[in-house]
């Protein structure tokens, strides 16, 4: 039997070691922690501890959560293969004094084999990790916020289980410019316990490791001026206000642009003379100019108590209107063991419709198949 349990155990591991961006210690305990939480972060690589302004905020630094100002609702799906699920659920609950937020990660397989002595299968078992996280966020100041989170771990491979409570502490440093974060997970160095897998009348215990992760990002906004600039004459009249004369300044004439997606006329009309009725005859240059904001981010992780205890994670994301985005990151861990360029990149994008986001990440890996990551978020 001891050979069964050794083929099971031998499995469990494989299964550990599924590809993942930010899953470069699994031999470590509750390792499933660090697959990271929400498409939009893992299309970035992970480069999320500083911008992490959606429901995923509780995982990636609670102190986010402070900021966030609509209530939101986001669920990740993956399929690592190998009959192997990574899902992610979070809530954001913002209120007056502060924000909450809520999050469910689990990482779940099934049809683990087990087979005898000479190697026939003798069935299958389940594997699932999962963790319940409860978070709180408050600003100090007009620039500072700290956040904490609380979490419940739980493992469990057939019959057997392993549980933990853990804490995160977060800090945010948020300007319209620069951002700055630090999230101190696991700071409790939780004791993971549970029965031994080859006595269970004797209790086992092992320690989830301190991580320590700062980010950066900087937040830089354009315009983007497509078309050709086309005259349209527009006669002021007295006592038109200001929204009546925007609402008549004749762009819709220019084919294949719609203002109603928010796309910006420039140059702007003079409000003061239009509101005044003193316009007279005028000629606006009828172009457009596309907003676009670009989050330059890094991370830098560090493990002090792990075999490859450093982590370091550029991303980079473009937002086309406040409702297109395109992402890419790169995931830069146990480097000793890449031998392509592609190893952990990560790309990704997004779509803003009313208040319905959808997100995707497609994260490549050397040794094992790519994945994909999908989330949808519900922003009210």
């Known amino acids: 039997m001891k050979t069964s349990k050794f083929y099971l155990i031998l499995l469990l591991s494989v299964v550990c070691l599924l590809p993942s961006n930010l899953a470069y210690a699994a031999g470590e305990p509750a390792a499933f922690l660090r697959n990271g939480a929400g498409a939009r972060a893992l299309g970035m690589g992970g480069a999320y501890t500083a911008l992490a302004d959606d429901a995923s905020s509780v995982y990636w630094n609670p102190a986010k959560l402070a900021w966030q100002e609509k209530l939101e609702l986001t669920a990740m799906y993956a399929n690592m293969g190998l009959d192997s699920m990574y899902d992610y659920a979070?809530?954001?609950?913002?209120?007056?004094?502060?924000?909450?937020?809520?999050?469910?990660?689990?990482?779940a397989t099934n049809k683990i084999e087990t087979t005898d002595t000479v190697g026939q299968v003798t069935g299958e078992v389940k594997a699932a990790n999962t963790a319940l996280f409860a978070g709180y966020g408050q600003t100090l100041g007009d620039f500072f916020s700290l956040g904490f989170s609380a979490k419940l771990i739980n493992q469990?491979?057939?019959?057997?289980?392993?549980?933990a409570f853990g804490f995160d502490l977060g800090l945010l440093w948020h300007t319209d410019l620069?951002?700055?974060?630090?999230?101190?997970?696991?700071?409790?160095s939780p004791k993971l316990k549970g029965n031994s897998y080859w006595d269970s009348s004797r209790q086992i215990s092992e320690t989830i490791p301190l991580t320590v992760r700062t980010g950066l990002v900087l937040h830089t906004k354009h315009l983007a001026r497509i078309g050709a600039a086309k005259k349209v004459r527009e006669k002021a009249k007295a006592g038109k206000t200001a929204r009546q004369m925007?609402?008549?300044?004749?762009?819709?004439?220019?084919?294949?642009?719609?203002?109603?997606?928010?796309?910006i006329p420039t140059?702007?009309?003079?409000?003061?003379?239009?509101?005044?009725?003193?316009?007279?005859?005028?000629?606006?240059?009828a172009a457009f100019s596309i907003p676009i904001e670009v989050n330059w981010a890094l991370d830098v992780g560090y493990t002090p108590d792990s075999n490859q205890n450093l982590e370091i994670a550029p991303g980079v994301e473009c937002w086309l209107n406040r409702q297109y985005a395109v992402r890419a990151g790169w995931n830069l861990n146990d480097l000793s063991n890449a031998h392509s360029f592609y190893h952990n990149l990560s790309l990704g994008a997004s779509v803003l419709w009313r208040f319905i986001e959808?997100?995707?990440a497609y994260i490549l890996h050397e040794d094992l198949q790519n994945t994909h990551r999908i989330s949808t978020s519900f922003i009210f």
């Open 178 to 188: 620069v951002r700055f974060g630090l999230n101190l997970q696991n700071l409790n």
């Open 267 to 285: 140059p702007p009309p003079n409000q003061q003379e239009i509101a005044t009725g003193s316009a007279g005859d005028q000629e606006k240059a």
């Open 156 to 163: 469990k491979l057939a019959a057997y289980t392993a549980k």
């Open 246 to 263: 925007e609402q008549a300044t004749g762009i819709s004439a220019i084919e294949g642009f719609d203002l109603s997606q928010g796309w």
């Open 358 to 360: 959808f997100d995707y």
């Open 90 to 107: 979070g809530l954001v609950l913002p209120l007056s004094f502060a924000s909450f937020g809520f999050g469910y990660l689990q990482q």
